[in-house]
DNA sequence: ATGCATGAGTA
DNA sequence: ACTCATGCATA
């Protein structure tokens, strides 16, 4: 149910579009910087055009970055980007952002999140092997030119509903991480017989599994995915 | 740094 | 309904 996908996968495609759920501080420098993008698309990859090239070739190919898929090259890769992240003195969100300026098609920006998900190895392997020359590209390019500009946070408006986090109670957290040990992916009656007992929105368990699961995979956790 | 959530793509 | 990449909100 869940194999083949170990392609290059799809990691820029999300529009990022609250639009009417949490309209707050999101229209103007996003909207501007996607909407300078060369490749609009809605399957764009950068590695799109690369797979097709090597539809007819061997098992293996030899250009562009590496494709190498080793954890510990990973592992490496994101210590020394950390490093030298610091070293030129740019937050998390700062190179998320910055993402952006790199003009890569089909790469627009990330969040402090996803960075320091990537520093952190809790990313799956896959996307750890997507985002790796990414980043790369804008360590070189910034460590090439060290003297920049920073763009500042438009930190505006006033007045949008922001979403609220829900939060899940110690006690519910160890039942859940209890049936987790037992069953990770519980039916959908089961879910609800679980969100019952723990006095759980039903979606709010559903997505507690899914999320548990999720992080299961990461490179960084204890994974065995590859 | 991490918890809960969204949404596209898929099976 | 799930996976996967990703993000807002928050600790």
């Known amino acids: 149910m869940m194999s083949m996908n170990s392609k290059q996968p ?29 490749t609009p698309p809605l399957q764009s990859n950068i590695f799109a055009s690369l797979d097709e090239t090597l539809l007819g070739l061997p098992a293996h190919m030899g250009c562009m970055s590496d494709v190498d898929a080793d954890p510990r090259d990973l592992e490496a890769f994101a210590e020394r980007f950390k490093q030298r992240r610091i070293k030129l003195g740019v937050t998390q969100a700062d190179v998320g952002s910055a993402l952006a300026n790199l003009k890569i098609p089909g790469v627009g920006s990330l969040s402090q999140s996803t960075i320091c998900r990537f520093e952190s190895l809790t990313l799956s392997h896959n996307n750890m092997i997507a985002l790796k020359p990414i980043l790369q590209a804008w360590l070189e390019e910034a460590e090439g030119a060290q003297r920049e500009k920073m763009n500042k946070p438009e930190l505006f408006n006033g007045g949008e509903k922001k979403r609220k986090r829900t939060s899940i109670a110690a006690p519910e957290k160890r039942s859940l991480e209890a049936y987790f040990a037992v069953q ?36 960084g956790g204890c994974a065995i995915n590859y």
């Open 184 to 219: 990770p992916r519980p039916s959908s009656e089961k879910i609800a017989a679980i969100a019952e007992k723990l006095d759980l929105k039903k979606n709010v368990v559903r997505v507690w599994f899914c999320n548990q699961r999720q992080k299961q995979k990461s490179v």
């Open 10 to 38: 799809h990691f820029a495609m999300h529009p990022t579009l609250p639009e009417h759920k949490y309209p707050s501080l999101h229209s103007s420098s996003e909207a501007i910087r996607r909407a300078c993008l060369p």
